[in-house]
């Protein structure tokens, strides 16, 4: 069983910065992309930003050059930086693995509040 263990989340003003972390454990191919959907009060879970096991990133476009996502391979990790927050990124933020062939995972999610 595939589990995705999330950390990093928390309140901050905004401007500020917050790192999240997660690490998946269990089964995994080498073959797979990790992210960082998020999902705010009242709307839809979105993707905000996903890495390939090549290191291939893309982004949605409210986030694009103040998030960074990364990963390192040899502890099945990603990283998403998170700089310059604003209150609208408020959401809950879960941590997402694609892998080989089709199997999907999802984390239990981790809060982060930008407050104004």
């Known amino acids: 069983q595939v589990q995705l263990v999330e950390s990093g989340g928390g309140l901050v003003q905004a401007g500020g910065s917050l790192r999240l972390s997660c690490t998946a454990s269990?089964?995994?191919?080498?073959?797979?992309?990790m992210g960082w959907y998020r999902q705010a009060a009242g709307k839809q879970r979105q993707m905000v930003a996903d890495?390939?096991?090549?290191?291939?990133?893309s982004y949605v476009d409210s986030v694009q050059g103040r998030f960074t996502i990364s990963r390192d391979n040899a502890k099945n990790t990603v990283y998403l930086q998170m700089n310059n927050l604003k209150p609208d990124d408020t959401a809950v933020y879960y941590c997402?693995?694609?892998?080989?062939?089709?199997?999907?995972?999802w984390g239990q999610g981790t809060q982060v509040t930008v407050s104004s």
């Open positions: 997402n693995l694609r892998d080989w062939p089709q199997y999907e995972y």
């Open positions: 269990g089964r995994i191919s080498s073959i797979n992309t």
């Open positions: 890495v390939t096991g090549g290191g291939r990133t």
